[in-house]
């Protein structure tokens, strides 16, 4: 069984930091490359951040791009997306999402083949 488990959301307060994990299972690992996205309510899903099956290639949205930082340690099938100097608009629930792309640049546009259940991540004074 594929599984993905985001975890680290949470309350933080308007320029701090957070930083999430996404826990992969049941996949090679390192042949997928992992996508983070966001939704918010009444907001269409966003796609935040991706990287590339081995990690030498990454992708920002406009909106995070000097702020996120993603990363992978495939030694331990997880990425993580450091996230600091948050903003209100920050706020939604965040996803990790895989897909098959043994090489290549990442795409946060294509469709991922698994989803995780998302880690809420509330910013608020």
């Known amino acids: 069984q594929v599984q993905l488990v985001e975890s680290g959301g949470s309350l933080v307060q308007p320029g701090g930091s957070l930083r999430l994990s996404c826990a992969a299972s049941g996949l090679p690992f390192n042949s997928y490359a992992i996508g983070w996205f966001r939704q918010a309510p009444g907001r269409e899903r966003e796609g935040v951040s991706c990287?590339?099956?081995?990690?030498?290639?990454?992708y920002y949205a406009d909106s995070v791009k000097g702020r996120f930082t993603i990363s992978r340690d495939n030694a331990k099938n997880t990425v993580y997306l450091q996230m600091d100097s948050l903003k209100y608009e920050d706020t939604a629930v965040y996803y990790c999402?895989?897909?098959?792309?043994?090489?290549?640049?990442?795409?946060?546009?294509?469709?991922?083949?698994?989803w995780g259940q998302g880690t809420q991540v509330t910013v608020s004074s």
């Open positions: 990287i590339s099956s081995r990690g030498g290639s990454t």
């Open positions: 999402a895989a897909i098959w792309k043994p090489w290549g640049q990442c795409e946060v546009e294509k469709t991922y083949n698994y």
